[in-house]
């Protein structure tokens, strides 16, 4: 019914910057909040960064300051620019919707395939 498809990712060096980017597409009536979680192996899956309908953004404490988190509403598409990074921000990103299919009257939540973001020392 609805597909998100993740673009970019990649190895960065520490300080350095990585965008990535999710676009849903399919039998959409509207999206609630998209966003962002991440995991690395053995560990449970961890919020990065929401954001809503009207662009209001949120981020786990570790990223703010350094990730932002915008939306493209006409596009249906999230753009996670990613600065400063880590090497503990390397984990697989996943992208999700929450998103009212067409005849639907519940949102449901989709997900990405993921992407992986390494970052060297």
């Known amino acids: 019914q609805v597909q998100l498809v993740e673009d970019g990712g990649g190895l960065v060096q520490a300080g350095g910057s990585l965008r990535v980017s999710c676009a849903a597409s399919?039998?959409?009536?509207?999206?609630?909040?998209m966003g962002w979680y991440r995991q690395v192996p053995g560990k449970r899956r961890e919020l990065v960064a929401t954001i809503n309908s009207g662009g209001t953004t949120n981020y786990v404490g570790s990223v703010k300051g350094r990730f932002a988190l915008s939306r493209d509403n006409a596009k249906n598409t999230v753009y996670l620019q990613m600065n400063s990074l880590k090497p503990e921000d390397t984990a697989v990103y996943y992208c999700?919707?929450?998103?009212?299919?067409?005849?639907?009257?519940?949102?449901?939540?989709?997900w990405g395939q993921g992407t992986q973001v390494t970052v060297s020392s």
């Open positions: 999700y919707a929450d998103v009212y299919v067409h005849g639907s009257s519940r949102a449901v939540w989709f």
């Open positions: 399919g039998s959409i009536f509207s999206i609630n909040a």
